[in-house]
């Protein structure tokens, strides 16, 4: 699993090891196993890296690598859940997350290097009607605090009332924040470099107020933006080290966000420091004592970075120059960034991480996410855009087969979820890779109302459930089909969330455009999902809801593909996980009486410890081994 090949950073070509191109398609679960390594950090002193993997257990655990001897040994493992992630706190010990059964709540634990012991910190949500409930939603990791971190959690075990507190990772003890939140629909809290929590945002009416503190002492909130609810103009990121610099992103005269900085001492915002009209900001990069902001990460059609700080901007240069094949990032730092964790990917390889040793220099592989797939094999992700039939342009992607040039083959529309603010972006995608392994072109379209274009191309989807988002993916197939791509009657939709709705209503609202249609975790009644958020969230979300879903009774019942099954032409498959908490599993039980009552043909997968997606590698393995097996027989002559 680990590679220990060193490569000279400076003037050192670094060997790319290839295998054979194989010469059947590889196995399906070398698609989909978990990951060899993933989320690899490096301790604070320099000394440790660690990183998930399955431990060979099957569940995915914490392993360590002592960086003195290049000894590898499991640290820490989960008896019921899958660790989703981790971090460090000071370089002795380690806070980590899992989740339960699919409920998108996480056990939090901690553990010690040094001791090897455990410590319960936060149950999962679903134990809340028990008397050992302590649910916790971590708000700021406080990276500059060894000992806390900062979660929101229940005012008393089994309360449904929350409070922010500091949790102390050692001990597992909770103390109230010594500030008052005086106000009620709030969130969006940043802390300063010291804890103090400096920034906020909350609900008043129907607008969103923007407030901060000038200082870690000030009692009085000042407010210093507010704009309708579903107009979110303003986004708070982080602190600089003076605990007075707020960078935020910012809109008020940009379709995309623009990077500023606000003084919370004067409430002065300063000017644009970084804007791209083609894309969005994704991250802003500090030095690890966020003394200087080092520059900022943005996507268009694909990655990229753009450098503040000229030593930062070379050093980047340099990795490049060592792997001149991928897109690099650095992801993980020691305090003195002198001991750093490249993280290197593009659309055929998964990714691959290297430690970088600055006090050599050097540049050692650590181990590729997935060493079973051959990049060689894989299929490019191309950039595409056409018109959609009202003149607005639209992004995607469009990855073939093998020897599929010059001639139509099968084609699967696969849309992204959400649909507001997500995005298909380009680079390694198991799922695109696997389909296209198997002899199919997938085409990936940023219908209106994805992220990454704008607010203008965003808040066009609204209320377009059925309507325009749904016509972007049908004049999508129509492109395919005049640039000779695939051919009408070779064209199936898959996707998942919002993609699986996408998939019931070009079934029901488009029914002789595709062959068959897969519909996984999806929305089949927006009746359903408008009151869902309801009393489950937080008000802004309840309006969010109204405002880009639809609070029309006739237009909810008219967008909703479980009141037209009787229009479906085609086979379709669905797959639910029971313990989904964000399309609850009534959307399929509304949905099968339909299906039987108008005698459709249909398969269906229901999963009772899983979620909003299958995150046990055995059930997500079956699903895939249940869809290659659904395409083989209705989409190919």
Known sequence: MLSRAVVALFGLSLVILRAET????????????????????????????AFLTTLGTGK????????????VEPLVSAADENIEYFLWKGSDRLVYGGDLGGNESTALRSISLSKRRVVALA???????????????????LPHDPNRILISGPKNIGSFSFDLWFLDVRTGERRAVPINIDKPDTGGFVADCTGAIRARVRLEGDKTLYEVR????????????????????WNFLQFAADNETLYLLNRDRTDTFALHAFNTRTLELGPVLFHTPDGEIANIIFSRDRRKLYGVTYTTEKDHQHWFDTDRAALQAQIDRSLPHTTN??????????VLIVTAHNDREPGAYYLLNLRKPALMLLGRVNSKLDAASLRPMEPIQFKARDGLLLHGYLTRPAGAEGRPVPLIVNPHGGPYGPRDEWGFNSEVQFLAS?????????????????????KAGYREWG????????????????????????????????????????????????????????????GLITSWGRGRFDRSSDIFYRESVGDDRQYKHDHSPVNFVERIKIPTLHAYGRNDPRVEIGHWTRLEPELKKHGQTYEVIIEKDEGHGFRNESSRIAFYRRLEAFLGKYLRD
């Open 22 to 49: 194989p010469k059947s398609p590889a196995p399906l679960e070398h698609f989909f196993a978990e990951p060899d390594i993933r989320s690899v950090q490096v301790s604070p002193d320099g000394l440790n890296v």
């Open 60 to 71: 995915v655990g914490i392993a360590l690598m002592h960086l003195d001897t290049g000894k």
């Open 123 to 141: 149950e999962s949500y679903r134990e809340l009607l028990s008397d050992r409930a302590n649910f916790a939603n971590i708000i700021d990791t």
């Open 214 to 233: 000038r200082s870690a002492d000030a009692s009085k909130w000042e407010q210093v933006a507010a704009f309708p609810v579903t107009d979110q103009r």
């Open 329 to 338: 990032v650095v992801t993980s730092r020691s305090d003195d960034e002198k």
């Open 438 to 458: 198997r002899g199919y072109a997938v085409l990936q379209i940023n219908y209106r109302g994805s992220g990454g274009y704008g607010y203008s191309f965003e």
């Open 467 to 526: 309507g325009k988002m749904q016509d972007d993916l049908t004049d999508g197939v129509q492109w395919a089909i005049a640039q000779g791509i695939t051919d009408a009657g070779h064209v199936a939709i898959y996707g998942a969330s919002y993609g699986g709705y996408a998939a019931l209503a070009g079934a029901t609202f488009t029914p002789d455009l595709y062959r068959c249609a897969v519909n996984y975790v999806g929305v089949s009644d927006l």
